[in-house]
């Protein structure tokens, strides 16, 4: 059996990656028909026509879909092996990390993150993949995200984990809401109907455990995956949303129209933490994206910032 050409191979990282003849060309200082050519050969040693025209964009087949996350894998793995025992230039480094991160990790901390990157890993670029329904230590296994941000959860004992930051959650209604004309108690929270926001669909959370401690019950009319749009939906209406306190008060700095309240019940402080593969332990790209997030999280994880008011 013929040793496979791995030249192909990091042509097919590159084109799976700019979807395009020209753009992958240009990636690899290379003629658009020198890269026609390599696409052929590809063609030829997979059996698969790996892009399909359509109109004037080419897509990705369906068995060129399956095995983008394997070829990435595999590139990054031999990019490693080269690397080992020289030292890395970070700011040459072509890198693409896959992270699975929440909402709050987003709004708050991801402006800063880039502004890092650009002065320290220019080349490098942050592809945030969505929540799925597989196990999340077995997207890190495979290597589908390169780094997991979400609130703690049990994880299998070979899975990193370090704590990066605590929230806790408050309500948030449009400015003018008739909730702010009196005290707000639990029962109040009932009186209105509410927005849930859950990439899942959950229309249930920690605040219905809680009012269902005090025999009480509220309506979720509104279940998105999105807290954006749900701040804007609420904007408009009497709908009541309850969101992690950071997350809410970038929003109000942000100049929507809304206002925020503590929630009348005690609610458990949430741990958000960072997971990865140990086969990243000892990457010095990962390991510069990890500290980087950690140091960020740490400067605003102050008990002033932790437990301001809304």
């Known amino acids: 059996m013929a040793r496979p050409d791995l030249n192909l191979l990091l042509a097919l990282d590159v084109l799976l990656d700019e979807g395009s003849v020209v753009g992958a060309a240009r990636r690899m200082h290379l003629s658009p028909p020198a890269m026609s050519r390599t696409l052929s050969r590809i063609r030829e040693e997979l059996g698969d026509p790996v892009f399909v025209q359509v109109g004037r964009k080419l897509v990705p087949t369906a068995k060129a879909l399956a095995m983008r996350e394997q070829v990435r894998l595999v590139v990054e793995q031999a990019s490693r092996v080269f690397a080992s025992g020289a030292e890395v230039d970070l700011r040459s480094l072509d890198r693409r990390f ?84 009196g005290e707000i108690a639990a029962e109040s929270l009932t009186r209105w109907e509410h927005i849930n926001v859950s990439r899942r669909g959950k229309a249930v959370g920690p605040i219905d455990a809680a009012l269902d401690a005090q025999g009480l019950r509220r309506h979720v009319a509104l ?52 997971a990865w593969h140990p086969r990243h332990d000892e ?25 301001a008011a809304p």
């Open 223 to 274: 279940v998105v995956p999105s807290p954006y749009s749900a701040l804007f939906t609420l904007q408009d209406s009497d709908l009541l949303l309850p969101l992690p306190r950071l997350l809410a008060r970038s929003a109000l700095a942000a100049g929507l129209r809304i206002r925020l309240f503590e929630l009348p019940m005690p609610l458990e402080t949430v741990l958000l933490t960072q």
């Open 283 to 307: 990457d010095p790209a990962h390991r510069w994206l990890r500290h980087t997030i950690h140091a960020l999280c740490s400067e605003d994880q102050t008990p002033a910032a932790a437990h």
């Open 98 to 181: 896959n992270v699975r991160a929440t909402d709050e990790f987003v709004t708050v901390h991801l402006g800063r993150l880039l502004d890092a990157m650009a002065r320290e890993m220019p080349r490098a670029m942050l592809r945030f993949s969505p929540e799925e329904d597989d196990v999340d230590e077995e997207a890190l296994r495979s290597g589908r995200i390169d780094l997991f941000i979400s609130a703690s959860r049990k994880l299998r004992p070979e899975i990193r984990v370090q704590s990066l930051f605590t929230t806790t959650f408050v309500g948030v209604a449009r400015a003018d809401h008739p909730i702010f004309d």
